[in-house]
């Protein structure tokens, strides 16, 4: 199994950044596409982005229109670790992000994935 914890997360003026990890324990990390997801009050869980499986750092990723181009998802093999960048920060981002995994076949579907973390707060002030 992966275990998944999330931290980086914080308050942050609009026009800010952030850098969200997402730390896994596991002998297979490198087999794993791994997605983040978020969640806002009142609202369901939403696609944010995606990252392949990769036996290194390169992999393909894929993100939501509304982060895309100010959003940017990688992953450290070495380090057991994924994260994202996010810059340009507005309001509207604010929620609580989730990092997950699945066995090397990724997608933006919520029920795709098998492994969850518990989340780590995003606030964006105004």
């Known amino acids: 199994q992966v275990q998944l914890v999330e931290s980086g997360g914080g308050l942050v003026q609009a026009g800010g950044s952030l850098r969200l990890s997402c730390a896994a324990s596991?002998?297979?990390?490198?087999?794993?596409?791994l997605g983040w997801f978020r969640q806002a009050p009142g609202k369901e869980r939403e696609f944010v982005a995606a990252i392949s499986w990769s036996l290194t750092d390169s992999a393909m990723t894929d993100y939501a229109d509304s982060v895309k181009g100010r959003f940017t998802i990688s992953r450290n093999n070495a380090k057991n670790t994924v994260y994202l960048q996010m810059n340009s920060l507005k309001p509207e981002d604010t929620a609580v992000y989730y990092c997950a995994a699945r066995f090397r076949k990724t997608g933006r579907s919520l029920q795709e994935y098998d492994y969850w973390g518990r989340g780590t707060q995003v606030t964006v002030s105004s």
């Open positions: 596991g002998r297979t990390f490198s087999s794993y596409a």
